[in-house]
Each structure stands twice: as C-alpha cells, then as structure tokens.
C-alpha cells in the first residue's frame, strides 16, 4: 500500500491499527478510548479473543467491573486454560468485594501457569498455614 492510500474504515488493516493503538492508550492510561478503538474491532471479529481480552482489561482500568467481568467470563468460555484471564477475573471479582470467586480463579491461575505473581495471589495453605503474600493495589492493572 503506498503512503498515500489509507485502509478503508472496514479493513482488517484498519482493525489491526485499531487494537495495536488500543494496546498503546491502554499503556497510557486511556482505558476509555482503547475501549472505545476495540468496539470497532469486535464488532467486525467478534471471535476474536485477544481483542476481547485486551477489551476487558481496559474495562477494568476503567472501573468499570461489570462490563470487564463478562469479557473476561466470555474469553474463559473459549479458553478455559488461559492463565492470564484467570488472574484477571480474580482481580476483578477481587475489586468488586468479592473474595471467594477471587480466590477460585487465582487459584487457577497458578495451576494453570505457576508465576511468582499468581501463586502469591493464590495464597495456597504450605506448612506455616496460609501464605501472607498479599494482592495489587486497586487501581492496578489485572494483567
């Protein structure tokens, strides 16, 4: 494509450019508008699971829990085994008062991928009794 030709608004190109921009505003702390570029995006895939998860999380940088939840739930749906929107569901129900559907998904999360993050997020019982790790701030990202 020369420099001159632009992606038609409807173009895989133009939804790729919208969910790598999304990535860079989410890393800005725009999670409004990287929702807002990955609307689009899932409009036109809505199979499209990175693109929802990356939704979510922009959702839950948003506060906005209820709408981060249901991305996650969904992307769990089609990947029950992913690790990442374990711990970012359990952040999320975590954030929303919600300690036991928490402590569930950290739990998967470290069983499906054993990161020093995860498993002290899981609080898993050893010999001295349950783990004193604590969790992120509210105010951080999930994932």
């Not at 829990?65 to 359990?90: G, M, S, W």
């Amino acid at each position: 494509m020369s420099e001159t030709q632009r992606p038609t608004p409807s173009s895989p190109e133009t939804h790729v450019i919208d969910y790598r921009a999304a990535e860079h505003l989410l890393a800005a702390r725009d999670p409004r508008g990287a929702v807002k570029l990955l609307d689009s995006v899932i409009a036109a895939h809505p199979e499209n699971t990175a693109a929802r998860l990356l939704r979510a999380r922009a959702f839950f940088a948003a506060a906005q829990l209820r709408p981060a939840e249901l991305e996650f739930e969904l992307v769990l749906e089609r990947e029950p085994d992913n690790a990442l929107a374990h711990f970012a569901l359990a952040r999320t129900h975590e954030r929303a008062g919600r300690p036991e559907q928490a402590r569930k998904h950290f739990r998967l999360a470290a069983a499906l991928d054993p990161q020093p993050e995860y498993l002290a997020a899981a609080r898993f019982e050893g010999p001295a009794g349950p783990s004193a790790a604590g969790g992120a701030a509210a105010g951080d990202d999930p994932a």
